[in-house]
């Protein structure tokens, strides 16, 4: 195949701005109504009266609610789209403010360790509502080990059904609101790059340098948030990521690069940036960097519904090949972002799912000289009709941002 790392461009279609939020905890904004109505939409199509779900990350995507070192909880939607939260007691204000349930309704008591089996005081709040009690037909779906059974129990005169399923294939789509968290979140592990980009000096240590960045994309939040990823120099970038390979101590040399692979999640969702860093001038560093952006891009181009991740994944891998000879390419090309950092859909061989427009995706091509170095490259894209829109532009004018300079002349000597 002829490898084009070059495709034309086109403008993305226009969006409209993302509402600003003050810097920390996410104020209360409706959510958009497209993942209920789906749901609700299966409700129906299943003949249920209501979903009862447990876990954060469906609480979250359902209800808006996600709160650091929070409780367990559980989210009831009606066939009608009502929801009802049900959280700590201690947390019942907060949810009030700031989730876009209907109604928030407590559980459990005042303080905090006390009670050593939350869920034996979160279900039965949960299986005495009104629209559980009076439900015949309830789909349950459970983050939550052993909420499920012990729910069966509380709930036992109604018809329990599986709603994993549904609610795996409605987090495929990403609704108006939760694009603009994820994006909030990437805009974080760019910020966290741009510190990487000062750090890699010569001498510095790989931890000291992933250190730098953490705190970046911490401070830039103004609260505490969820923070991993990869950040490997020169021969050790080769061996690609942990567990092979983990930061350490080792200092960083001129003419290397340092692969900064860094994830971040802020107020429940995540992003996902990779980098390639070149040390004090690194031409060849540079220039496979360069590359694997084109690389990107082309393949971006691509995310259109009706593409698959084996498809995409198959080009990927051969343009790579034929770029860099004798590189090694031993990692996915991609992978869904959203509640979690590593998703479906994926860009593998084995991926056959469809892309719909809406579905979020890192794409992430690489390559690697065992003994030598290695290079990675990371955006995010929204599918589109017209192809991947990059989450930057997608919020153009929002103040995300941008990828560091990556002129090799910008490192000064230790």
């Known amino acids: ?172 789509r990403k609704d108006a609101d939760e694009l603009e968290r994820i994006a909030a979140a990437y805009g974080l592990c760019w910020t966290a790059q741009a510190a990487v980009a000062e750090a890699s000096v010569p001498g510095a240590t790989e931890i000291g340098i992933f250190s730098a960045g953490e705190a970046a994309a911490t401070l830039a939040a103004g609260t505490p948030i969820e923070f991993v990823g990869d950040l490997l120099s020169g021969p050790n970038a080769a061996e690609v990521c942990g567990p092979i390979r983990i930061p350490g101590t080792r200092p960083v040399a001129a003419g290397e690069g340092v692969v900064a692979d860094l994830v971040a999640r802020l107020n429940g969702y995540w992003g996902d940036t990779a980098e390639t860093h070149p040390v004090s001038g690194a031409p060849e560093v540079v220039a496979a960097r360069e590359a694997l952006y084109g690389i990107l891009k082309a393949t971006a181009a691509k995310l259109v519904p009706g593409a698959t991740g084996r498809d995409l994944f198959a080009e990927l891998n051969a343009c790579i090949r034929e770029t860099f000879p004798g590189g090694e390419f031993p990692h996915h090309g991609g992978h869904g972002v959203g509640l979690g950092s590593f998703e479906d859909p994926h860009v593998i061989p084995a991926d056959e799912t469809p892309l719909e427009a809406g579905m979020v995706l890192a794409i992430e091509p690489g390559v690697y000289f065992p003994g030598r170095y290695g290079a990675r490259v990371e955006e995010i894209f929204v599918v589109t009709e017209g192809g991947g829109v990059e989450l930057r532009e997608a919020f153009a004018g929002s103040g995300l941002p941008a990828r560091p300079d990556l002129d090799p002349s910008r490192s000064v000597d230790a």
């Open 1 to 172: 195949m002829r490898c084009s790392t070059h495709p034309a461009t086109s403008a993305p279609p226009p969006r409209p701005p993302p509402t600003r939020r003050p810097k920390g905890e996410m104020s209360a904004i409706p959510l958009h109504p497209t993942r209920i109505e789906r749901l609700t939409a299966w409700l129906g199509e299943a003949r249920l009266d209501c979903a009862v779900v447990f876990g954060a990350d469906h609480v979250n995507h359902l209800a808006g609610y996600s709160r650091y070192f929070g409780g367990p909880a559980a989210v009831v939607v009606g066939d009608d789209g009502s929801r009802t939260l049900v959280v700590a007691l201690d947390e019942a204000p907060i949810a009030t403010e700031i989730s876009s349930a209907d109604e928030v309704v407590p559980y459990g008591v005042r303080g905090f360790g006390l009670d050593l089996d939350p869920l034996g005081s979160l279900i039965p709040v949960v299986a005495g509502l009104d629209v559980v009690a009076t439900s015949h037909r309830i789909g349950v779906a459970s983050e939550l080990p052993g909420a499920e059974e012990r729910f069966a129990l509380a709930a036992a005169s109604a018809e329990l059904a599986s709603a994993a399923g549904a609610l795996a294939r409605i987090r495929l």
